[in-house]
């Protein structure tokens, strides 16, 4: 019997990491029944072409995409793909449909969605579309679809458990072509081993997805991956892309004596956790965690301020984040703290400035107690953008956000460009100041600058140092004022990296 083709496509063209959610939505099709393409940017520069290409004959095209500008990649490929073969049902998945299924279904190039996890869906989807018993499409939990101008939107799932998944067919994808170069290594690989959160964090789009429920892969399945991985591919770092990889201290601590028992020798980082989580951790466990690799752990502290991360349902505190920083400081693993600006609390519908003002000075407090410490941790502050399906959301529309209108309109929404009107026009400088002055003051430039000549290295040294001294000035000062040093630096940074193309920084975190 011939093999049904299945076309799938990775709309973020920015993004260089392995196409995990691709490959997930393959681990239960039968290879024996499908034939299945995997089409990214960092395999086919050419990727319309090549996605037009390989839907010659070809018997549903898939496409994972997230909010932004991947949505207008999307449209263009489905559009020509619904122009030169009408009769190829297309399905799109991830984070759009997730959060925005009707929005997504309205368009005429979409004929099907898949909100949340696609592992059992997209395979239910797959044999119903194969058998053409198309009345069962009302079965699939997580699918949505249109019934001629209705649309259909299944009831959805929550986090389903992964233990029981086969692993994802190695050879759908060349692997070489998605090592990336980070601050840790220059051959990193992205994998996933959880799914979901059980925390209840109001300005996330999570907990509605999960319905607050975390699973995850065992040690043992990780470790079998990565072993896998090792025979097709030398990588010297990883980086795991879980909402909350440190859950679970024991699977933790199997995961990282795997990692030494099989000598994988490499760097992990940009691993996301908890503070209230991670600071319960035994220093057995720590010692261990650093013995095998870790590098960087990125957290949410939100805030510097208590009654706002009560306000979000944080359930953590900020007590917690500067003791997390301490442990970090003791094991010298970097933490790098993330914090929102400008979240639709109660203090914004009474005084707007005063309540940035206030988020503002929260935060740089916290940043000079972190560097108290005398680490290299460093802040990462956002401006906060209202995320559809957040029960943050309907208080930002109170407050005076208007959502995009349309798909067009969704796919200019870009998370770090939204300018929310509760945060005063010159705030937005203010936060690109500190996000300046904590990369300046907070990097550790020894690990960053690994791909230089070392004589770059020891010019750039002194002038990195006084940047860092201006930067550590202006927090002690809160004076966030004509950042002429942050000017300079950016025009510097941006010379030196089109000068040294081997040098690049990735994209930190979701
Ligand atoms: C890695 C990551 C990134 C990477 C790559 C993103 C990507 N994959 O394209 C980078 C660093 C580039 C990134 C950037 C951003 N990210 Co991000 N990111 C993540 C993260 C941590 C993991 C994604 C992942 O690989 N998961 C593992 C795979 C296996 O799961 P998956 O991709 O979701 O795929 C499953 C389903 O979605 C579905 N599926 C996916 N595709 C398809 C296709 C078909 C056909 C089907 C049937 C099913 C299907 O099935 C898959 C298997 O179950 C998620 C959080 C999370 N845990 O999901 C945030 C997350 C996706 N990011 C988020 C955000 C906000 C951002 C940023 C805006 C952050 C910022 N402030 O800059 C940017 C910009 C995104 C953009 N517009 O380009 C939000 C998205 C919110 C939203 N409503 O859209 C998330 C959910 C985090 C959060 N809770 O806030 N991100
Ligand atoms: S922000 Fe992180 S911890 Fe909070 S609900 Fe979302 S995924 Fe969970």
Redesign the pocket.
Same mark, same amino acid.
């Given at each position: 019997m011939k093999r049904k083709k299945i076309v799938?496509f990775g709309s /973020?063209i920015? =993004?260089v +990491?392995v196409p995990? +959610?691709?490959l997930?939505?393959t681990e239960l099709l039968d290879p024996k029944k499908y034939d299945i393409r995997i089409i990214t940017k960092n395999e086919y520069p050419n990727f319309k072409e090549e996605v037009i290409k390989q839907c010659d004959g070809a018997f549903c095209l898939?496409?994972?995409t997230?909010? %932004?500008? !991947?949505v207008s990649v999307a449209k263009e490929v489905s559009q020509e793909i619904k122009r030169i073969y009408p009769n190829i049902p297309i399905?799109?998945?991830?984070? &759009?449909p997730?959060?925005l299924p009707e929005v997504t279904l309205k368009t005429p190039y979409v004929d099907f969605i898949?909100m %949340? &996890?696609?592992?059992r869906?997209?395979k239910q989807?797959i044999d119903i579309l194969s058998s053409e018993k198309f009345s069962e499409f009302a079965h699939i939990s997580g699918l949505g679809y249109k019934k001629g101008k209705k649309i259909i939107l299944n009831k959805r799932h929550g986090t389903e458990e992964i233990e029981s998944l086969p692993d994802f067919q190695m050879n759908l994808i060349q692997w070489d072509k998605y090592l990336e170069v980070t601050d840790f290594g220059k051959k990193v690989l992205?994998i996933?081993t959880s =799914?979901g959160c059980p925390y209840r964090c109001a300005f996330?789009?999570?907990p509605f997805n999960s319905q607050r429920l975390w699973k995850a892969n065992t040690p043992t399945q990780v470790i079998r991956l990565l072993k896998k991985m090792r025979k097709i591919i030398k990588f010297d770092g990883i980086t795991i892309?879980? /909402?909350n990889f440190f859950i679970n201290e024991k699977r933790v601590i199997d995961i990282c004596k795997g990692l030494i028992k099989n000598k994988f020798n490499i760097k992990i980082g940009q691993l996301?956790g908890r503070t209230n989580n991670l600071v319960q951790y035994k220093p057995t466990t720590w010692k261990l965690m650093k013995k095998a690799g870790l590098y960087n752990i990125l957290i949410g502290a939100e805030s510097g301020n208590e009654d706002t991360l009560i306000s979000i349902n944080k359930d953590a505190t900020v007590q917690d984040t500067l003791n997390l920083a301490k442990i970090c400081n003791r094991y010298r693993i970097l933490l790098i703290p993330s914090v929102i600006v400008g979240l639709p609390n109660k203090k914004y519908f009474v005084n707007p400035n005063r309540a940035f003002q206030e988020d503002l000075e929260g935060i740089i407090d916290l940043y000079n107690k972190i560097s108290l410490s005398g680490s290299h941790h460093h802040l990462l502050t956002?401006p906060y953008a209202p995320? !559809?399906?957040s029960p943050l959301y309907s208080k930002a529309i109170e407050l005076g956000f208007i959502p995009p209108k349309g798909i067009d309109n969704w796919s200019k929404y870009?998370?770090?460009e939204v300018h929310v009107p509760w945060i005063p026009a010159k705030g937005f400088q203010k936060i690109q100041v500190l996000n300046y002055i904590s990369t300046v003051a907070g990097i550790d430039y020894s690990h960053l600058l690994n791909s230089v000549p070392y004589i770059i290295k020891i010019i750039l040294a002194p002038v990195i140092q006084l940047f860092k001294r201006i930067g550590q000035w202006r927090f002690k000062t809160k004076f966030l004022e004509f950042p002429f040093d942050m000017w300079i630096f950016n025009l510097g940074s941006t010379v030196f990296i089109s000068l040294n193309k081997r040098f690049r920084l990735v994209?930190i +975190? %979701?």
């Open positions: 799938l /973020n920015r =993004y +990491g995990l +959610g691709l997930s939505i898939g496409i994972s997230i909010t %932004g500008f !991947p399905i799109w998945g991830g984070w &759009q997730t959060t898949c %949340g &996890q696609g592992e869906t997209f989807f992205r996933s =799914y996330c789009c999570e892309v879980d /909402n996301s956002f995320l !559809p399906f870009e998370f770090t994209n +975190g %979701g």
